[in-house]
Nanobody, 123 residues
Framework: QVQLVESGGELVQAGGSLRLSCAASGRTFSTFAVGWFRQAPGKERDFVAAISGGGRSTYLAESVKGRFTISGDNAKNTVYLQMNSLKPEDTAVYYC????????????????WGQGTQVTVSS
């Protein structure tokens, strides 16, 4: 079993930056991939980014390429989502999740989820 805890979400002005953290316990991060998803009110949960187990490969949604990066720290068993040049449309609850099988881009491929952290970008 994997436990995931997100942190780092807060209110920020447009153009600002935030770094979200996803701390894992129960399994070593190097043994499973981690994804970040976000969900705005009334909308579906959308893929944002993913990193393969051990951090060799990363994947980003088109909407965040050039602004967000995903990275991992094996020693801290933590995955980070660095978000720059934030826009109001980035406002959402951000979730990290442990990948089980299938495409990294689909939320159904993940089986353990954190509780989420709220990111609000003001214009």
């Amino acid at each position: 079993q994997v436990q995931l805890v997100e942190s780092g979400g807060e209110l920020v002005q447009a153009g600002g930056s935030l770094r979200l953290s996803c701390a894992a316990s129960g399994r070593t991060f190097s043994t499973f991939a981690v994804g970040w998803f976000r969900q705005a009110p009334g909308k579906e949960r959308d893929f944002v980014a993913a990193i393969s187990g051990g951090g060799r490969s990363t994947y980003l949604a088109e909407s965040v390429k050039g602004r967000f990066t995903i990275s991992g720290d094996n020693a801290k068993n933590t995955v980070y989502l660095q978000m720059n040049s934030l826009k109001p449309e980035d406002t959402a609850v951000y979730y990290c999740a442990a990948h089980e099988s299938g495409s990294y881009y689909y939320y159904s491929s993940y089986y353990y989820w954190g509780q989420g952290t709220q990111v609000t970008v003001s214009s």
